[in-house]
């Protein structure tokens, strides 16, 4: 490593952004490039190069992405001298990813430079990662320093995922490929990691002798919009649960890593993973509820429901509300109930972690709400990201009688300073070639075994999803589901 380069500005690099005209990289990935060059965390020696099949050179792509990716940096975090220097450093390329003309032209671009840090970030259709690898392989692109970045979905089940898998490793090692989940890249998720591992208060209370459920929400307010075609194939099980829902889970329970290593984690995340009860069958039935949106409103206005989305079968089944209760079978959580729901058109965007701590063995004290409400921490990630303490005291004036307060810590407070969006960590680790925050592929399997058997099984017992009102929390059974335990989803 360079003695004289502060250790957060990458090396030089050459970020082949497959899919430069697409909407993933025009919202998120080029504004993410954007604002690590205005951090100057970017080496000078660093090129972007933009890849579709659209008719355009280098000058026109600049123009076309001043309109497109501009109005997706907040205005008060656009510098315009700072965007001059970043759009010196983006070449298009036109190129049709599914034939071999056209990557000799890559060829020539990247010839030279073996040694700096080759990204190819496939921002395409999962379809076209097969003819990318395949081909940048044969057109002799790949040198020690290239790395792949897939987006997801990374396959529809477990087979699938792992026919994916296989043609990535005919071509490229494990330690080249970083599979992307881009709620490992929010800061608000690292953040768990750090309240757990860099905190000795919590660890002795992590665990089934003190805490008495989880709960995992990750609720949006969006509806599936344009994205209908894609969603109706997916659903809320593949699009968010087997991905997102089940990271956060893993990283809120795994045991304490030995070190920061990302093999030391990526280990201690997979046996969580593999901790994890089946659910298969009727169990699986019972344990999960499917919802669907229906038409609703919002204080802006009516939405219509997901059937009435042009882009969706009149007679679609495909659910856009899940909700879980999960176990983990380990000594640490055995018998803990893990509550996992997330679902489109909810009543707000809102991802939030809650976890109720048991009630005191006994009391002493009185209180109004009888303890019904234990100690409860809230580490809400999305919008704000806060952590928020329930605890008792004494009320002022009164005898004997406790009232619950909260003890809060707002981040924005704190910093005061623009949050990172995930690809801006998440692009910089690419480049840099740490793997800590990317899914490896046994972790990718896992989850797809686990997700398969609820899959399945709804299939088999012909569960339809249920039909919750736009702009609610989802449909009744989701209460029903928790009510059981003679608990209830977290309320603000
Ligand atoms: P888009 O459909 O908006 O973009 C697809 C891109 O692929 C376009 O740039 C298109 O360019 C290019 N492309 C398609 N076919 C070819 C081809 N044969 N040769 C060269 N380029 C081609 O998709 P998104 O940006 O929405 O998504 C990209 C990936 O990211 C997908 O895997 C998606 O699942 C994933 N993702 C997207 C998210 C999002 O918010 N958008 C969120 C999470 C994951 P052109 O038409 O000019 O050829
Ligand atoms: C994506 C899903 O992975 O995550 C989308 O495909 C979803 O359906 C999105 O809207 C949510 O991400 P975020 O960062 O907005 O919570």
């Known amino acids: 490593m360079n003695k004289d380069k502060p250790a957060d500005i990458t090396n030089p690099f050459d970020f082949v952004l497959f899919g430069g005209t697409g909407d993933l990289s025009l919202r998120k990935l080029l504004p993410a490039l954007y604002f690590r060059h205005c951090e100057a965390q970017l080496h000078g020696d660093g090129r972007i190069i933009c890849v579709a099949r659209r008719d355009m050179n280098t000058e026109q792509f600049i123009e076309f ?53 080759r990204v190819f970030y496939l921002s395409v259709a999962p379809s076209l990662f097969e003819p990318i690898c395949a081909k940048v392989s044969e057109a002799g692109l790949i040198s020690k320093s290239t790395r792949v970045a897939l987006e997801k979905p990374l396959g529809r089940d477990r087979a699938s995922a792992n026919e994916i898998n296989d043609q990535l490793a005919r071509v490229f090692d494990e330690s080249q490929i970083f599979r992307i989940d881009h709620y490992l890249g929010k800061e608000t998720v690292q953040n768990l ?6 905190n000795a208060l ?18 949006e307010s969006l509806g599936v919009g344009t994205r209908g075609g894609f969603y109706d194939q997916t659903g809320a099980l593949r699009d968010m649960v087997q991905n997102h829902l089940l990271q956060l889970l893993v ?28 659910l298969v069958g009727l169990d699986a039935v019972e344990s999960t509820v499917r919802g669907q949106y229906k038409a609703g409103a919002y204080a ?18 495909t659910e856009t509300f899940v909700a879980i209760r999960a176990e983990i079978e380990s000594w640490r959580w055995a018998g803990v109930p893990f509550y996992l729901r997330t679902g489109k058109h909810m009543e707000s965007k809102l991802t939030e972690i809650i976890i109720n701590f048991q009630k005191v063995p006994h009391s002493i004290y009185e209180t109004a709400d009888g303890f019904s409400t234990p ?33 809060n810590l707002d981040f924005n407070d704190v910093f005061k300073k623009r949050q990172m969006i995930a690809y801006e960590r998440l692009c910089m680790d690419i480049i840099k070639g740490n793997q800590t925050l990317f899914m490896r592929r046994d972790e990718v399997d896992a989850a797809w075994a686990w997700i398969d058997p609820i899959r399945e099984a709804w299939k088999t017992h012909n569960v339809v999803p249920k039909g919750y009102t736009a702009g609610t929390m989802g449909p009744a059974a989701a209460n029903a589901l928790i009510s059981r335990e003679g608990l209830k989803w977290y309320e603000d």
Request: charged share 25%.
């Open 251 to 278: 990283i809120l329970s795994m045991e304490p890593p030995a070190s920061s290593d990302s093999d030391a984690i990526r280990d201690e995340k997979i046996k969580v993973l593999r901790a994890l009860k089946p």
């Open 193 to 198: 990691m750090a309240l757990r591992f860099g």
């Open 375 to 407: 100690n409860q921490l809230v580490i809400r990630l999305q919008p704000q990201e806060s952590i928020r303490m329930r605890v008792y005291v004494k009320a002022w004036g009164d005898d004997n009688q406790l009232q619950p307060v909260h003890l």
């Open 300 to 317: 802006d206005g009516p939405v219509p429901g997901y059937l009435e989305n042009e882009t969706v079968p009149d007679d679609s089944n």
């Open 65 to 117: 992405i001043q309109q497109e990716v501009i109005q997706h940096i907040p205005s008060e975090h656009f510098k315009q001298a700072s965007w001059d220097g970043f759009i010196e450093r983006i070449q298009y390329l036109q190129l049709d990813v599914t034939t071999l003309d056209g990557y000799n032209v890559l060829g020539e671009m990247l010839s030279g430079r073996e040694q700096v840090a």
């Open 202 to 219: 919590f660890e002795p209370l992590w665990r089934r002798e003190h805490i008495s459920d989880v709960q995992i929400t990750i609720a």
